[in-house]
């Protein structure tokens, strides 16, 4: 194991100078990183480090002294770990040292930061699980054996999927430390098998649909007198998801006055976070009669709290509406009738939409997906016109303006 400290020129100057760079190599493998910069001008080339006049002579020169000094030990000339030797050259802390739950709780605090509560809670979840099953597990506790014991013992009380859940969580953990500058975790490929034997349905047992016929017989419910306050509330918001290409809830609930321009409206995926791209689609006139029978707050759509708490509280009360609508009014759910859900009318619009033979790029683009595959960075959106006219296609009236 070899290790270095170097100006690297060829990587370009930035406005502190150009970067001092820590280089860690064993067998044809090199590892990198970046201790700090400097100018040229404070730079001693002979010695290969800074000079005293350097504004951060003292501590960039005393962190190179000190990787200069374990360099030399036999421990770290005998290493075989390239992750390891630079790791230990910079007193990472290692994975060892680490609580599970400590770890769980960072990642939690970054997702919530970044306006993903949905992620976050699922990770919480996740976190309880582990501490009630094993507690004080640190990150270098997680092994083949770990996890085969607790999927076990989650079998005993719960589904196939709700283990697999779990376990897809955990390993979204994992991978993270792997990559995390502040971990020094040795992958032991504990995932390896451990989802042989989870036995989950590729059937969308939750993906039903509508037929359009019954989409719109709530419309005409909703501008007729049949339905209670509550009901029209409801059927309101079910019927903007679909009209809005397939809208999540979450992202109707947040809707913002400031969205809207002319006849279109601006929408991003609250479940990205600042991740999310915004899309664009066509405000139809059904869509808009609707937007008109909702009292308008002064900055959002709907005037209803805007917390996170406050947005469970109501997504629970909307789906026990839907329910009892659903009951009422004998909505029925194809190709298998089974119980209304929020998110039925998202599954309707994608489902109607293959149906009337739409590019599945299309729907994407309308639905807010971003795709994953390579060639995206490769492909334009579609014109206006043309996601127009298939967003008009899938919910049944033309696009004439």
Known sequence: MKASVKLFTSDGETSQGFPVKLVVSHKGKTLRRTLGYSPLVYWDSLRGKPTPSHPDYESLYGQMLDIEK??????????????LALNDLLDVPEARDIPLESYFKKQISLMRSQGRPGNADAYVAVMNQMEYYSPGLLLSDIDGVLLERFK???????????????????????????VDP???????????????????????KKNRYLLLKDIQRLDALFHSNNLT??????????????????????????????????DRILLSRKKLG???????????????AIFDFFEKDPTYIFPWRKDELGYKTFRRNHYRSLLALQQRH??????VDVRLNINAFRHTFATLGKFAGVDPDIIRELMGHERNDIDTVYKDRYPESVRDAAHGKIIGIGTEK
């Open 70 to 83: 374990k360099a030399l030990t036999a421990q770290f000339r005998n290493s075989t770990d390239v992750n």
């Open 152 to 178: 076990r013992y989650k079998l005993k009380s719960c589904s196939d999927k709700t283990v697999k859940n779990y376990l897809g969580v955990l390993r979204a953990l994992y991978n993270k430390a792997l």
């Open 182 to 204: 502040d971990v020094n975790l040795m992958d032991k490929e504990p995932f390896k098998g451990v989802m042989t034997g989870l036995m989950v349905k590729r059937r969308r």
């Open 229 to 262: 306050r509550t009901e029209k509330r409801v059927v309101g918001l079910s019927l903007l998801q679909f009209y809005l290409g397939g809208l999540n809830l979450v992202d109707l609930y947040y809707l913002k006055r400031s969205a809207f321009y002319k």
């Open 274 to 288: 600042r991740y999310a791209e915004e899309y664009d689609v066509r405000v139809f006139p059904v869509a808009r």
């Open 330 to 335: 004998q909505i029925e759910l194809h190709p």
